[in-house]
């Protein structure tokens, strides 16, 4: 039996197939059984199985292990694992480069730095479980970038267009990069790090404009071409790159 990730919904009616970052993905109603579900993957699976072979080998995954590739703000960045007293991840020994100073017309350098402390090292000689341990280091390092960037280019972007939200929260999402809720909240993928500053600002004016539409209607996106006209420009990167912008787990 195929491994799948299943998300139900109260609106659907029937039973929805994806192969999406490698992985197969059920959208089914609440009333439909697991066991139905199994048949329906089971009846399905030579035709997974091809989608799978074909998308895997197009999309380059990080697999977090010395030398392999990582986006951050929007260029490829080789990584770069070492050992030291005290973990740490950082951009080409220059603390200078980070969020804190980055000045946004500096191109990022090429190698991130991820330092694993020698204590952890010892509990981590397994190639998996430094892999995790890389992960996770750059997961909580992204986190922090993204709750100053974002933030930043948040207030900016808010005061332009006087859309002002009640909250923002910066977390981790496995299939979205921002949210607006209907009491005025945003929140916004870390993830989005990789991205370019201009599509991080689209995201952001995207999550913004629902503050005032909570929708996608033609007003809404008419708001959207206001504040960032190169909006389609944004999506299209996201779109092209879509493979390398979801971290899979080591394996």
Not at 51 to 57: H, I, P, Y
Not at 170 to 187: D, F, H, I, K, T
């Amino acid at each position: 039996m195929l491994k799948y990730q299943l998300i139900r919904s109260k609106c659907r009616k029937t039973l929805g197939l994806q192969v999406k970052y490698g992985y197969v993905i059920v959208r089914a109603p609440y009333y439909v059984t697991t066991k139905f579900i199994d048949t329906f993957i089971e009846e399905k699976s030579v035709w997974l199985l091809k989608k799978l072979v074909e998308q895997r080998k197009k999309i380059d995954f990080c697999d977090f292990t010395q030398d392999s590739s990582l986006l951050y703000l929007g260029e490829h960045l080789m990584l770069n694992i070492c050992l030291a007293k005290k973990s740490n991840v950082f951009i080409d020994n220059n603390l200078a480069t980070e969020v804190d100073s980055l000045s946004l017309y500096t191109p990022v350098p090429r190698q991130l730095n991820v330092v694993i402390s020698e204590r952890v090292s010892l509990r981590s000689t397994e190639p998996l479980v430094r892999a995790k341990r890389v992960k996770k280091l750059l997961e909580n390092h992204f986190k922090q970038q993204a709750e100053k960037l974002i933030v930043e280019r948040l207030e900016m972007l808010s005061g332009q267009t006087l859309l002002i939200p009640k909250k923002v929260n910066v977390r981790q999402y496995s299939a979205r990069w921002g949210s607006c809720n209907n009491r005025g909240e945003l929140s916004f993928n870390y993830l989005l790090m990789m991205a370019p500053i201009f599509v991080i600002d689209y995201v952001i004016i995207h999550e913004l404009c629902h503050l005032k539409h909570l929708n996608h209607s033609k007003s809404f996106w008419q708001l959207v071409k206001e504040y960032s006209p190169e909006y389609q420009a944004a999506k299209e990167w996201l779109n092209t790159h879509q493979s390398q912008l979801h971290w899979q787990n080591p394996r």
